[in-house]
């Protein structure tokens, strides 16, 4: 009744429609407002949480295009009650408009509790920050709600002596077993291929068979390797003493020239070469005093002879044994 009278005094007209022209702007305004807050969260079970399990929780919060997140303001990894651990907090700039901006944010628990029954916990409450110059925006990640279950049973069994039951505690869950007889198989095939690969270079060396070898024949390879070196001046010293050490091995000791015809008295079977062990053990002490350390190839061939012609022999006295 009152309006009808306003309405038809013409004076009052103009007012009232300032009125509801500023009221209408004013709801307008504040519906256009972005507001600071969680839009969405994604939390998991709340029950039957176990000793040591990972809880994580996902937030999807806005705040007004002028306001960032301050990184530092994240809760930092470590402890937050003895029994509760936060192994991680990060967030993500998922959105971005005119009006607002929308982050993600991640924060990962782990919780070491270990109740006799089930228990109602909850995580702490949590604080981030936004800011825009001076300003501040501070937004709280609420406590969360939950129930932690205890890994003994709530209703124990097998706890009479007479009981072959095990009491309390749940049976071990099996461990889960990864396949490996493909992998056993290439492993094998891959062992027996590299046992192949090392005989073959072994023998191809000749270090396989120098074991069961006569001395004079590891020699004589020896001396044959040498002699493509014969233009360099240790080579035949080399060659010399890898024969003196076929002698040496044979005998059990450092053979001198004087002792030779004590090593073909134990050695019969050498007997019929003495004269060229002597020339030989003549040709080391000459080459050993001698200024001129360069030999010919006929020098090698002379050494090669001899260690042939004795490893035959031995090879000879070890048939008629």
């Known amino acids: 009744m009152a309006i009808n009278k306003l309405l038809k005094q013409k004076m009052y007209v103009p007012m009232f429609l300032a009125v509801l022209l500023a009221v209408f702007c004013n709801t307008a305004l504040y519906a256009d407002q972005v507001r600071t807050g969680i839009v969405q969260q994604s939390l998991g079970r709340d029950f039957g949480i176990l000793v040591g399990d990972v809880i994580e929780h996902y937030y999807i919060v806005q705040v007004p295009a002028e306001y960032r997140l301050t990184p530092a303001s994240l809760p930092p990894d470590g402890e937050l009650d003895y029994w509760l651990l936060l192994l991680d907090s990060d967030y993500e700039l998922i959105s971005e408009t005119a009006e607002l901006r929308q982050y993600r944010l991640h924060f990962t628990f782990q919780t070491f509790y270990a109740p006799l029954d089930v ?16 300003k501040t925006e501070q937004l709280t990640i609420p406590a969360w709600n939950f129930t932690m279950s205890p890994l003994k049973e709530i209703a124990p069994r097998g706890v009479a002596k007479d009981s072959n ?13 990864i396949p490996t007889k493909d992998l056993q198989q290439q492993i094998w095939i891959l062992s027996i291929m590299l046992l192949i690969l090392v005989i073959l270079w072994l023998t191809l060396k000749g270090f396989l068979f120098a074991l069961t070898r006569s001395p004079f024949q590891q020699a004589y390879h020896q001396v044959k390797k040498l002699r493509k070196y014969h233009n360099d001046e240790s080579a035949f010293n080399q060659a010399l003493q890898a024969v003196h050490r076929a002698f040496n091995r044979l005998a059990g000791h450092a053979l001198f020239a004087h002792q ?30 001698s200024e001129q350390k360069l030999a010919s190839e006929k020098d090698f061939d002379q050494l090669m002879k001899l260690c042939k012609q004795l490893a035959g022999a031995e090879k000879l006295a070890l048939k008629k044994s």
């Open 260 to 289: 030779t015809d004590q090593f073909i008295n134990k050695h019969k079977e050498f007997s019929g070469y003495q004269d060229q062990i002597d020339s030989f053990y003549q040709l080391s002490t000459e080459a050993l005093y």
């Open 119 to 134: 228990r109602a916990l909850a995580t702490p409450p949590l604080t981030v920050s936004f800011n825009a110059g001076d």
């Open 165 to 177: 039951q095990n009491a309390f505690m749940k049976a071990d869950l099996a461990p889960s077993t």
